[in-house]
């Protein structure tokens, strides 16, 4: 039987990248379809996770979980990314207990395409099962971990974790706990923050509960930092908490110098974005600043300097650092003689 689009629904269309029935409908789950052509329906205006969530009738955790898993796969960008991304890879086929093999850094070039990889059968499944006792507790574990017995979908995600990126189940555990504390369980969630884990080799117990420390530290910031910019979202995205991972930790920047980048931001762009906010905290910090207090002695400092010479402020103000941050160079007028 064949079957058409009729003509009166073809009046108010969108287009749908092709790659989306191509590779990813077989995986995505039905709220992950629906929440991408909502989005790809108002790509036009920004939706809050909360307007999906209406629309759809499902949880704003649901929607953050569907949203992440498009942002993985690419058909999706957030704040820190330009735009779609293309993919001219095929899926990589399910090898039971085959482990991703590690590959020394190449060359800086142009970002690949993400790596998309077939989900085994649930025979293959039963194999693995049944070969490995090791596999067979995993799971058996997990469904406590959980409080639900784990179907084909969390499943494919654990062993995906296990065998293609060479989680070790006590890292497995420790990640999944912390996703249920979090109030995070959908398994596309889990998976998100599995593939960034063995990304960033975290592989062992003493490295997972470092991660798990370093991210608590992100979720009380984002309490106090949301509640301090007005934000509605629950939680940070993860490349979100990467910055803030990033500010608090590698950088000991304080609240108020994240929430006066937050109002540079603000001013300048009229979006939020954690990209821009770093560029700005990035010159910040290379000239020492760590404190609110730090900037503003900076700007009161350019500002005495140039009263005393009757000359324009002096290089370091920090108007210019932010149009460095913004990527933006400063302009400079040549003197008339």
Request: net charge neutral; hydrophobic share 35%; aromatic share 10%.
């Amino acid at each position: 039987m064949t079957y058409k689009i009729n003509k009166f629904a073809e009046k108010d269309s969108f287009s749908v990248p092709a790659v989306i029935a191509d590779k990813h409908l077989k995986f995505a789950s039905g709220d992950a379809v629906k929440v991408l052509l909502l989005a790809l329906k108002n790509s036009d205006r920004a939706l809050s996770t909360a307007d999906f969530a209406k629309k759809l009738k499902i949880s704003e955790s649901d929607v953050e979980d569907c949203l992440q898993y498009w942002i993985l796969t690419g058909i999706l960008s957030d704040d820190s990314s330009d735009g779609q991304i293309t993919f001219d890879t095929e899926p990589q086929k399910y090898v039971p207990g085959a482990k991703r093999e590690k590959t020394p850094p190449a060359a800086p070039s142009l970002p690949a395409a993400p790596i998309e990889y077939s989900r085994p059968s649930p025979s293959e499944i039963a194999t693995r099962i049944g070969e490995s006792k090791e596999i067979a507790n995993l799971f058996t574990e997990l469904q406590k971990i959980l409080g639900k017995t784990i179907g084909y979908d969390g499943q494919c995600t654990f062993l995906l974790l296990h065998d293609r990126f060479g989680l070790p189940p006590e890292v497995i555990f420790m990640l999944t706990d912390y996703c249920v504390s979090s109030g995070k369980t959908g398994y596309s969630y889990i998976e998100a923050v599995g593939k960034s884990w063995a990304e960033n080799e975290i592989d062992t117990i003493d490295k997972a509960a470092e991660k798990i420390e370093a991210l608590g530290d992100v979720d009380k910031f984002w309490k106090k930092f949301s509640a301090a910019a007005g934000l509605k979202t629950p939680k940070p995205t993860q490349k979100q908490a990467a910055f803030i991972e990033k500010w608090l930790k590698r950088q000991n920047l304080s609240l108020d110098l994240i929430l006066l980048a937050y109002e540079e931001m603000a001013e300048r762009t009229g979006k939020l974005s954690f990209a821009y906010m770093d560029k700005v905290l990035e010159n910040w910090y290379s000239e020492g600043f760590k404190k609110a207090a730090d900037v503003e002695n900076a700007k009161k400092a350019g500002r005495e300097k140039s009263n005393h010479s009757g000359k324009s402020p002096a290089s370091y103000d920090v108007d210019q650092f932010n149009e460095k941050g913004a990527g933006k160079a400063p302009v400079y007028k040549r003197k008339k003689k």
